[in-house]
């Protein structure tokens, strides 16, 4: 992985911050700065397990691995979370996480499991999202599957983002070379072709392209979420278009403390803080929780998304063969 210069200044903020995990009774973790916990959560998590809770979010979940990778001789945490399907590949073939399998971890998620140092914590399906209202206005009918989509009367109204620059628009684009395997190239050339958008990340194609939402674009088809609809009336999403995307936690190689690691692991899959997940970071807990009343009428996830294996995805060469189509 490159050394940006946002992994560089992160690691600077790694090596000010890091200094407490010198204290025994302190553990520290590195988020993506979509991480939420309250302070009552973080409070029981350190009545419960009696370690004080730190946390370092430089940036999104590419950012977390580069971090892993720059301090792996001498790591500043001594756990991570955020490390999503897509770029779990990385974090199992460089060997950044040690072994550890969470006894909170309920039998229904095994299936989430990819290695012995991921423990999965919360789910989420990327979907094409549609503005319903745009298309009973027209009186046109919405597409269904991908194959709809790369059809020039659904491909002009779509608007897609950049795999190179964004987790969904990567994860976009992993499901439709699962989908497509060879052909997949051929399938975005249509997409493309055929007049789809390609914004440079996920708020400018939802907040400025999409004619749903909050948006007034000219796009009524824009990927998304699938729990978006449950913030935004008159949307839905597409459930032959979903992929799965897992985010996982797990305790460093090496750490000073792991043991606080994995007491926070364990706590990420407790009731308590399952339960918050959907209003904090608008993803699916991994246990059994009942669900806010909206995304049970609008949000539920799709019941027949794309599942992708991580250690079947070669980023850098799907992202250059992508490259190639623009």
């Known amino acids: 992985m490159k050394k940006t210069a946002v ?28 991480f939420v916990m309250s302070e009552e959560q973080i409070a029981a998590f350190e009545e419960k397990s009696g370690f004080t809770l ?16 720059l301090n792996r001789d001498n790591p500043q945490a001594d756990g991570v979370y955020g ?36 423990t999965p914590i919360d789910q989420g399906d990327v979907c094409v999202n549609v503005d319903t209202a745009w298309f009973e206005a027209e009186g046109m009918a919405q597409p269904e599957t991908f194959e709809d989509l790369r059809e020039p009367e659904y491909a002009e109204l779509l608007a897609v983002i950049d795999p190179a620059s964004s987790s969904p628009g990567y994860a976009f684009l992993v499901a439709t070379a699962t989908e497509y395997g060879e052909d997949w190239q051929g399938y975005w050339a249509d997409l493309l072709d055929g007049g789809a958008r390609v914004a440079s990340g996920w708020s400018d194609a939802y907040y400025s392209d999409f004619s749903g939402a909050d948006g007034k674009g000219p796009y009524p088809l824009v990927l998304s979420y699938s729990s978006s609809p449950a913030a935004a009336a008159g949307t839905d999403y597409l ?36 339960s918050s997940i959907p209003e904090n970071m608008y993803m699916y807990p991994v246990t059994d929780q009942e669900l806010p009343a909206q995304w049970q009428e609008v949000a539920e996830l799709s019941e027949t998304p794309i599942m992708v294996d991580p250690q079947q995805v070669d980023r850098d060469e799907l992202l250059d063969a992508f490259a190639e189509l623009r």
């Open 7 to 34: 992994g560089l200044v992160s690691l600077a903020l790694l090596a000010a911050c890091g200094s407490g995990t010198s204290d025994e009774q302190a553990v520290t973790i590195l988020t993506h700065d979509s």
């Open 54 to 69: 730190q946390t370092i979010a430089p940036g999104d979940g590419g950012v977390l691995v580069n971090q892993l990778i």
């Open 83 to 118: 490390i999503d399907t897509f770029i779990a590949r990385t974090v199992i073939e460089e060997g950044l996480l040690a072994p550890y399998s969470s006894p909170a971890l309920p039998e229904s998620a095994n299936d989430l499991v990819v290695a012995d140092s991921l």
């Open 239 to 274: 459930p032959e278009t979903c992929v799965r995307q897992v985010e996982y936690a797990g305790v460093v190689k090496d750490a000073a403390n792991p043991e606080g690691a994995q007491a926070f692991v364990d706590f990420m899959l407790s009731d308590e803080f399952q």
